[in-house]
């Protein structure tokens, strides 16, 4: 390729190339193509120039513009949270009862709740807010300690059991293993499972001494048919939802040594406010009172 | 000169050796084309006057909508996701219309293509529409062709600065008000005119007509036949839907051949001489700035012009038109072969020719019936196809529709007296600008009650809520079935929704989930 080589049909010189008896042209760029592709070049020295881009040791030059992404995410964070702000004042002065009431603020208190309850709720409730054995389901109907707005309020921000917070809801049942024989705990078990049709084939002699036995030592907090008692967290041992079990044996297994579930506190550690919104939250979950 | 015999010469060449130097970049050639007066000129100033006049004045028409929706005929509504084109309106999950014209127009191009050739770039694409308006500024201020060259060639002075200026100050009027007429499709245009005017606008609106402005500017005023030839993806596609019974504009070379600017003195010799009196007229209409003497080529807009300005010159010394002219390959085949006696001997135009120097009959002429190819119908039939589906979908769409979406985390759960409770989210969609009352029932699920969270009241199996105009009402339902009823853990029902005073309605087939040991 040391002569400048001319393509006969075309005018153009070659580049030199050859393929297959095919040569290159060596046309000349448009010049407004040029001009774009050196506009970038110029355009990209000034976006280095005015927008963090070089990398150093431990952090990256800081751009003519003051630039950052994270202080753009303040800014919208901040935006978001002035934004939400007259909501989460209308919360935090008002009750969960008037919040309840006011159909925007429900809603808004709602989403809140519900992106509060998967923060800090779901490792025991589920993210459905179903529960497992243990830990109680929140859709059903069903309120250990009152399903009002209230009460779950009060759950909420003082837990059960939560030996920290001194207006926890605290009772415990007795293990009433060392209490009775063997042979009457199975008798009130199968008691206490036929008050909800569980009790199989169990003798009508079996469950009358499990009737009286019950009498003696269980109606004081499960009241006398069983309903429960929501002041001191007694289950209703005649509806469909059982806490550890159904079964005669997990009832007897319950009533020879309890198991104590506990809820932490939350007032404490969320505040009044995402507290509320909780309370809505779980309360609009269908079993709301 | 050394002439030492210890110097070795070496056959190098500099890698930017100054014989092998070509600038870097070549500027553009200008083109000048000139006035052309016919037809296909005519055509073009009516397709103009169609194609700007809907562009700018659509935004403008009025189309009454009632109190609850915008009284625009077409109107792009992004912030609330609907789309108006005067009584249709397009909600987002309809947008398979908008997929479906542009299938259409998929099949619209194949099919205009395949039969008319390029007739898209050369009637219809905004950049020749522009660039034709442009043009015609730019005939008005500066003259035409001669004087447009003269002009460019002349040592800048106060005359040649005013044109100038007077020329770019209306290019860029244009194209602000080109850049101006987009956004006014996507708001409610006499507000939108008011708030531009006094500084009012959403940023967005000033930026789309600056960048609008721009591109109308550089586009159609500085870049013009560049933009096709380099930019534009569009020649190359088209070009591969062509074939041999598409219509393109073609020099007819087989009685244009030998061209030759003294015809009669050759003639006269006894020399065969074609059509052609190699005028260049042909060249100096050219928006592109080809020639299409030099057969197909990918710059070729197919506009036409050429052939108007041929025309008039065969009118002028006797001769008939149509020496260029649309003709597909096929017919230029066949008379390409009369006229070199099947390509055995060169272009003999008197073989094309009879005795009294018409054009023989032997010629082949075009004739609508080559284009109807099956090809052409199938194009056509699938055209059809589509746009009867849309019709079809428009005419019976519904107006009012349900979303029922089954709560999947509880999938069920179970109450204290054993009943099962299924949660649903109901979304009732009411597309008409009119408020509406909606019953929503519970068909099938013998036993079975609902509850709407937020009304405050056990309803049973149906209940009537108020739905606010074009607007979607989102309810949080629970249906409850007594454990006795339930037969499996998958039991299907049905939501129906209706409006009793037009009695239209819509229904949604849900499924009630329960524990495998419901029974």
């Known amino acids: 390729m040391s002569e400048k080589q001319i393509d006969e049909f075309s005018g153009v010189s070659t580049t030199g190339h050859e393929w297959d008896g095919i040569k290159e042209l060596d046309n000349p760029m448009p010049r407004w193509w040029l001009i774009i592709y050196y506009a970038t070049i110029v355009w990209a020295g000034a976006y280095v120039i005015a927008y963090p881009a070089w990398p150093l040791i431990s952090t990256a030059t800081t751009g003519l513009l003051g630039y950052s992404s994270r202080s753009e995410m303040k800014a919208e964070f901040a935006a978001a949270n002035a934004a939400k702000a007259d909501y989460i004042a209308a919360i935090a002065s008002k009750s969960v009862t008037e919040i309840l009431a006011d159909d925007k603020l429900r809603t808004f208190a709602a989403a809140a709740g519900a992106a509060a309850f998967k923060v800090n709720c779901v490792q025991c409730h589920g993210s459905g807010a179903q529960g497992s054995p243990g830990y109680p389901n929140l859709n059903d109907d069903v309120w250990l300690w009152g399903g009002k707005p209230q009460d779950i309020q009060q759950t909420i921000a003082h837990g059960i059991r939560f030996t920290e917070d001194s207006n926890t809801r605290v009772s415990e049942m007795p293990a009433f293993g060392d209490m009775l024989k063997p042979q009457e705990i199975t008798q009130v078990a199968n008691y206490v499972a036929s008050l909800s049709g569980k009790a199989g084939d169990t003798s009508a002699t079996d469950i009358a001494a499990g009737k009286e036995l019950y009498a003696q030592n269980c109606s004081s907090c499960h009241g006398d048919e069983g309903k429960g008692n929501q002041e001191v967290g007694a289950p209703n041992l005649t509806d469909a939802i059982w806490f550890y079990g159904s079964t005669p044996a997990a009832i007897a297994a319950q009533i020879k040594a309890p198991k104590h579930g506990v809820m932490p506190a939350w007032g404490v550690r969320l505040g009044d406010t995402a507290v509320k919104e909780l309370t809505v939250y779980v309360h609009s979950l269908g079993g709301g009172e | ?519």
Not at chain 2, 74 to 86: G, I, K, M, P, T
Not at chain 2, 129 to 137: A, C, K, R, S, Y
Not at chain 2, 487 to 509: G, L, N, P
């Open chain 2, 1 to 519: 000169m050394l002439d030492t015999p210890e110097i070795e010469t070496f056959d190098a060449t500099a890698v930017n050796s100054a014989r092998m130097r070509q600038p870097l970049y070549a500027a553009r050639k200008k083109v000048f084309p000139k006035r052309a007066e016919g037809s296909f000129r005519r055509f073009k100033w009516i397709v103009m006057l169609i194609t700007l006049g809907i562009y700018y004045l659509t935004p403008w028409l009025r189309w009454n909508r009632g109190p609850y929706a915008p009284d625009q005929g077409v109107l792009v509504d992004l912030a609330n996701r609907r789309f108006y084109f005067f009584p249709i309106e397009i909600w987002p999950q309809e947008f398979y219309f908008v997929a479906g014209l542009l299938i259409m127009a998929g099949f619209g191009l194949f099919l205009v293509t395949s039969t008319v050739g390029r007739a898209w770039c050369g009637y219809t694409c905004p950049q020749t529409v522009w660039v034709d308006l442009f043009l015609v500024i730019e005939r008005a201020v500066e003259g035409d062709r001669n004087a447009r060259i003269k002009l460019d060639a002349a040592p800048w002075s106060a005359g040649k600065l005013i044109k100038r200026v007077t020329k770019h100050l209306i290019w860029l009027i244009i194209a602000v008000l080109t850049g101006g007429a987009w956004i006014f499709y996507f708001a409610d245009a006499p507000t939108l005119l008011r708030n531009l005017v006094t500084g009012h606008a959403e940023p967005v609106a000033y930026i789309t007509i600056a960048i609008l402005t721009g591109t109308t500017y550089v586009f159609g005023g500085l870049m013009r036949e560049q933009v096709c030839t380099y930019m534009c993806p569009w020649p190359r596609i088209q070009a591969a839907m062509l074939d041999e019974n598409s219509l393109t504009v073609t020099y007819n070379d087989w009685r244009g051949e030998p061209r030759s600017r003294h015809a009669k003195k050759a003639a006269a010799a006894g020399q065969a001489v074609g059509d052609c009196v190699d005028c260049n007229a042909c060249v100096a209409v050219c928006p592109m700035g080809i020639d299409i003497r030099d057969g197909q080529q990918l710059e070729c807009i197919t506009c036409a012009l050429c052939i108007d300005a041929c025309n008039s010159v065969m009118d002028k010394i006797g001769r008939e038109r149509g020496l260029i002219s649309y003709a597909t390959l096929a017919e230029y085949q066949a008379n390409m072969a009369l006229a070199t006696a099947g390509g055995t001997s060169t272009i003999d135009p008197r073989r094309v020719h009879d005795a009294n120097g018409r054009l023989s009959d032997k010629v082949a002429t075009f004739h609508l019936k080559k284009l109807m190819g099956p090809r052409t119908l199938i194009y056509l039939a699938a055209w059809t196809l589509v746009g009867l589906g849309l019709l079809y979908a428009l005419l019976t769409r519904d107006r009012l529709q349900v979303n029922v979406l089954a709560d999947r985390n509880p999938q069920f759960v179970v109450l204290s007296d054993g009943s099962i409770r299924n949660g649903y989210t109901i979304k009732l969609l009411n597309m008409i600008p009119e408020p509406r009352t909606i019953t929503v029932t519970m068909q099938n699920l013998p036993g079975a009650d609902m509850s709407v969270v937020g009304m405050d009241q056990h309803v049973e199996r149906s209940f009537v809520v108020e739905v606010e105009p074009d607007k979607l009402k989102t309810l949080k339902v629970y249906v409850r079935q007594p454990r006795e009823n339930i037969a499996s853990s998958r039991q299907h029902f049905t939501f129906v929704v209706e409006d009793k005073s037009s009695h239209e309605s819509d229904r949604y087939e849900a499924t009630f989930d329960a524990p495998e040991t419901g029974k």
